[in-house]
């Protein structure tokens, strides 16, 4: 699985782990070092994936992750000196789609990377048969990896569609954070049940005419969440 990945950390010795690590694997490794030049190289080369450093001069990893969520629907994986659960939820909250502390393992970086390049791509070929998953005015549609509300097509990033996708699997279903966290993330010591929150309510703003008091996506309060297959008050097309 060959990608472009642009890689913005400031620390020249961790940029160079990450770009030797990247490239072991395949991948074409692009390294720029302030987050006003991760902005500038994504406009010109449109990466798979960018890895960003929160602590970054001239513009942080955290004003870049907003820019660039923005602008493209981009893979996002942050990095971070910091493990406060306030700084994880800030980075997903502004876009991105997964989360490392470090010091971390270059095992785990590469299969983090695995996992949000396997979930940015669409499928190679479509199954010959429609397998779009149908809720009320919501159609996810797993093999072309697109979201549309009446017609009108919605952009998620990989984790917001993966999310959508569980839950559309079974509509009126209630899913618990605890299950949708195993789905969507599997087991990771850095992730917490309220990144569920997170992702809801910026699903929310881009489903629900309302995002304060939704018809589509509920909260189950004291369980999780679930998708009203028969909603009809999601935000018009």
Do not use: W
Request: proline share 6%.
């Amino acid at each position: 699985m060959c990608a472009h990945v642009l890689v913005a950390e400031d620390d020249v010795n961790q940029a160079e782990l990450i770009r030797r690590c990247l490239e072991r694997e395949g991948h074409v490794v692009s390294v720029v070092h302030d987050g006003r030049a991760a902005v500038e190289a994504h406009r010109r080369s449109g990466p798979d994936l960018v890895v960003l450093d929160v602590m970054m001069p001239v513009m942080t990893g955290l004003e870049a992750c907003r820019v660039l969520h923005a602008e493209s629907d981009v893979a996002l994986l942050m990095l971070t000196a910091r493990s406060t659960e306030d700084d994880l939820l800030t980075g997903l909250d502004l876009g991105a789609d997964d989360y490392m502390t470090k010091p971390f393992s270059p095992r785990e970086l590469m299969a983090r990377v695995r996992t949000l390049l396997r979930r940015s791509r669409r499928a190679a070929a479509p199954e010959p048969e429609d397998r779009t998953l149908r809720a009320g005015p919501l159609a996810v549609d797993p093999d072309r990896h697109t979201v549309h509300l009446r017609g009108m097509p919605v952009a998620c990033t990989p984790v917001e569609f993966q999310l959508l996708e569980v839950l559309a699997e079974r509509p009126g279903r209630v899913f618990t954070r605890a299950q949708l966290l195993e789905r969507i993330h599997g087991i990771d010591r850095f992730i917490t049940e309220r990144t569920i929150d997170v992702h809801v309510k910026n699903l929310r703003k881009k489903l629900e005419a309302q995002p304060r008091r939704p018809t589509l996506l509920h909260t189950v309060y004291g369980v999780g969440y679930k998708i009203d297959g028969s909603a009809d008050g999601a935000r018009p097309a």
